[in-house]
């Protein structure tokens, strides 16, 4: 019997055939016999062997460009997002403090809604009202909080997307780019970013045209870009804060867009709140 001699491995051949292999001939599968082999006393097809190895490797890519997928995923509310104040990356539905019954109800309010989103359900929601009564913080949590919470799915396909946009900053970015031809924040890259996504927060609806209290109409790329937007997310949650009355927020943009957003009517206002970013000073 041949003997081959490789270091620590004492292979020989066996009288055994593995006879699970074919290749094709005439359009038809032809058994192709392998002779087993014992390394280190074992019977082994060294064939199959090597099916085994090149699925296994087959399968550790695989899961390697899952993990790729989700984490990519997963860091879109985090590398995307476009931020008017860095401060927003600590909020969470704990650490939004609720004094005032209204905060309390809304915050009870987001957290109904955050249950709704995780079982699937589609939901725009717009939050309006005073200055500073967190408006960004709640949005910003749910974001958060949607994006932990399915970050474990098996399939990196199910892993949904999160983003939250400022308005003023992406006004400015759009803006920047009609000059700075490197800018890879082209009205169009910003449009489909927006639409990609699971999950949308327009913050501060209005604050991009420096409008407040006048009747001044967005500017053409904004509309354009709202527009598109709410036009691709059609069936995708969407959700919109803004501090200006609705009646002056129709004056500034044009009403399709707008009245896409605000299907569904779920609506979380504050009208009492104090703004807590200033402090409500006693005298
Ligand atoms: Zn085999």
């Known amino acids: 019997m041949q003997q081959i001699q490789l270091p620590n491995v004492a292979l020989t051949f066996h009288s055994e055939e593995c006879l699970k292999h074919t290749y094709r001939k005439n359009g038809q599968d032809v058994v192709k016999p392998i002779q087993k ?77 955050r249950d709704r989103l995780r079982k699937g359900e589609q939901l725009n929601i717009i939050l309006q009202g005073v200055t500073g009564a967190g408006k960004s913080h709640l949005c910003y949590a749910l974001l958060k909080d949607l994006n932990e919470y399915d970050k474990n799915v098996e399939d990196p396909r199910e892993k949904k997307t999160c983003l939250f946009i400022n308005m003023e900053e992406m006004a400015r970015l759009i803006r920047d780019s009609f000059r700075n031809k490197d800018s890879k924040y082209t009205e169009n890259y910003l449009i489909e970013l927006m639409i990609g996504v699971d999950y949308l927060v327009l913050d501060d609806l209005g604050s991009e045209t420096g409008a407040i209290d006048t009747d001044k109409r967005a500017t053409d790329f904004i509309q354009r870009v709202l527009y598109a937007v709410t036009n691709g997310r059609q ?38 709140t104090t703004d807590k970013r200033t402090g409500d000073l006693p005298f």
């Open 37 to 113: 082999i014992v390394v280190n006393g074992e019977v082994v097809c060294p064939r199959c062997q090597v099916e085994e190895q090149t699925k296994e490797l087959q399968q550790f890519e695989s899961d390697r460009a899952d993990r790729i997928e989700k984490l990519r995923r997963y860091n879109v509310l985090y590398k995307e997002s476009l931020l008017s104040d860095e401060t927003i990356l600590t909020a969470t539905f704990a650490n939004y403090t609720a004094t005032e019954r209204e905060e309390i109800e809304n915050k009870e309010l987001m957290l109904q809604y």
């Open 235 to 272: 069936g995708k949650t969407t959700l919109a804060t803004f501090n200006l009355a609705g009646k002056t927020l129709y004056t500034l943009y044009d009403k399709k867009g707008l009245s896409r957003l605000m299907t569904g009517k779920n609506f979380v206002v504050f009208k009492e």
